[in-house]
C-alpha cells in the first residue's frame, strides 16, 4: 500500500497503481485533465508507466468558469 | 465593408468581444451567454478536480473546445511561479499556447503586481506560449509588456468586477496610440455602453465577464454587448466627426421662408 496526497486529500492506493489506474478510479477523462507529480507535470503518455509510491503528492486539474 | 476580422496571437476571430466564463448561475447559463454574445474565444480558469464529486458537471460538457477557442487565464494567481505552473498545467491539458497571463497585486482591488506580471511574461514568450497579458493602464509598462514580446496588451478599465466603466481614458488613449499589438480593454465594464466607448476609443476588443453574467438577463446583455462591440468598432473605423464648441444648423438657410 502506498499514502499518498491527491489534491490535498490523503488516500491509500494499491502497490503499483499508475496514475492511469487512479484517473480510472475517479472516473476521470484523461483528455480533460493535467495531472502533476511533485511539482512536476506528466506527459500524458506516461501516464500507465509511472506508479505512485508513499509521500507522492498528486495535483489532477480542469478548467472551469473563470474571467 | 470588407470582412473586419480581429487577428490576436495568429488567431483570426470574427468577434473582437472575448468573453469570460465565471460567475454564472450553472454551466448552461454560461453556454447560452456565450452563445448569444457571438465571441469565439472564452476565458476559463484552472483549479483541481473536485475527486469526491464523480458526476459534477465540466465546463467541457457545455462549451466545446473545439468548436470555442479556449484562453485559460491565471486567475488567483499572486507570483509569477503560480501563474507559470498554472500555464503549463493548462497547455498539458490540450496544447493551449495562447493564455491571458494575471498576476494579482493586492487582493482588495486585485490590481495586477506588474513586476511578477513582467517576470512572467518573459518566461512564458521563452516557452513558445503567446501571451495576452492583463495590466494596470500604465503606458510605460504596457511598453515594456510588448518589448517583452506580449501578443496583446490587456488593461483594466478599473478594477476587476467593479463595474465601474473606463476610469482613465487619456491613459488608455495613449495605450493604444503607443501599441503595435492589439490592445484589449479588460477588467472593470459595467455595462455594453462601457464597451462601445473602449471600441470607438481604438482598443482592438474587450474582455467581458461580470458585466454580462452579473446583470439579472445574462443572456440578453450578452447579445447586448456583441451589438455594442460592433457599434463601437464601426464608429471608430468610420472616423467620428471633429467637435466644435459652437452651433452649426444642420439645415440649409438659403431659400428660408
Keep these: 500500500m502506498a499514502k499518498i496526497q491527491l489534491n490535498g486529500r490523503k488516500i491509500t492506493v494499491d502497490i503499483k497503481f499508475s496514475i492511469f489506474n487512479l484517473l480510472k478510479k475517479y472516473k476521470i477523462d484523461s483528455k480533460k485533465v493535467a495531472v502533476e507529480l511533485n511539482n512536476k507535470i506528466i506527459n500524458k503518455n506516461k501516464y500507465k508507466?509511472?506508479?505512485?509510491?508513499?509521500?507522492?503528492?498528486?495535483?489532477?486539474?480542469?478548467?472551469?468558469?473563470g474571467g | 465593408m470588407k470582412k473586419d476580422l480581429f487577428t490576436v496571437a495568429g488567431k483570426k476571430l470574427n468577434s473582437r468581444l472575448i468573453v469570460g466564463t465565471g460567475k454564472y448561475k450553472n454551466f448552461k447559463e454560461t453556454a447560452e451567454a456565450v452563445k448569444s454574445s457571438g465571441a469565439d474565444m472564452v476565458t476559463v480558469a484552472v483549479r483541481r478536480v473536485n475527486i469526491?464529486?464523480?458526476?459534477?458537471?465540466?465546463?467541457?460538457?457545455?462549451?466545446?473546445?473545439?468548436?470555442?477557442?479556449?484562453?485559460?487565464?491565471?486567475?488567483?494567481?499572486?507570483?509569477?511561479?503560480?501563474?507559470?505552473?498554472?500555464?503549463?498545467?493548462?497547455?498539458?491539458?490540450?496544447?493551449?499556447?495562447?493564455?491571458?497571463?494575471?498576476?494579482l497585486g493586492d487582493k482588495k482591488t486585485l490590481y495586477p503586481?506588474?513586476?511578477?506580471?513582467?517576470?512572467?511574461?518573459?518566461?512564458?514568450?521563452?516557452?513558445?506560449?503567446?501571451?495576452?497579458?492583463?495590466?494596470?493602464?500604465d503606458p510605460l509598462l504596457a511598453k515594456e509588456l510588448e518589448h517583452e514580446g506580449a501578443s496583446a496588451i490587456m488593461p483594466?478599465?478599473?478594477?476587476?468586477?467593479?463595474?465601474?466603466?473606463?476610469?482613465?481614458k487619456v491613459n488608455l488613449s495613449i495605450i493604444i496610440n503607443q501599441s503595435k499589438v492589439p490592445v484589449i480593454?479588460?477588467?472593470g465594464i459595467g455595462t455594453a455602453s462601457d464597451a462601445t466607448v473602449a471600441m470607438e476609443m481604438g482598443c482592438q476588443g474587450v474582455l467581458v465577464n461580470s458585466a454580462i453574467a452579473k446583470a439579472k438577463n445574462p443572456?440578453?446583455?450578452?447579445?447586448?454587448?456583441?451589438?455594442?462591440?460592433?457599434a463601437g468598432r464601426k464608429s471608430f473605423l468610420a472616423k467620428r466627426m471633429e467637435k466644435i464648441y459652437y452651433g452649426i444648423a444642420s439645415s440649409p438657410t438659403e431659400g428660408l421662408i
Excluded at chain 2, 473545439?66 to 511561479?81: E, Q, V
Excluded at chain 2, 503586481?113 to 493602464?137: H, P, Q, R, W
Design chain 2, 219 to 230: 443572456i440578453l446583455m450578452a447579445e447586448s454587448f456583441k451589438h455594442a462591440v460592433k
Design chain 2, 185 to 187: 480593454v479588460d477588467a
Design chain 2, 113 to 137: 503586481n506588474m513586476i511578477e506580471t513582467l517576470s512572467a511574461t518573459k518566461v512564458l514568450v521563452k516557452e513558445g506560449f503567446k501571451v495576452l497579458v492583463y495590466c494596470s493602464d
Design chain 1, 49 to 65: 508507466s509511472t506508479y505512485l509510491k508513499s509521500k507522492d503528492k498528486i495535483e489532477i486539474v480542469h478548467f472551469i468558469g
Design chain 2, 52 to 103: 469526491l464529486d464523480k458526476k459534477k458537471p465540466l465546463l467541457m460538457d457545455y462549451l466545446n473546445p473545439r468548436k470555442i477557442i479556449y484562453l485559460p487565464n491565471t486567475a488567483g494567481c499572486f507570483n509569477s511561479n503560480e501563474a507559470l505552473r498554472t500555464l503549463r498545467l493548462a497547455r498539458e491539458m490540450g496544447g493551449w499556447k495562447i493564455v491571458k497571463l494575471e498576476v
Design chain 2, 156 to 168: 483594466l478599465a478599473s478594477p476587476i468586477g467593479s463595474g465601474l466603466g473606463i476610469q482613465n
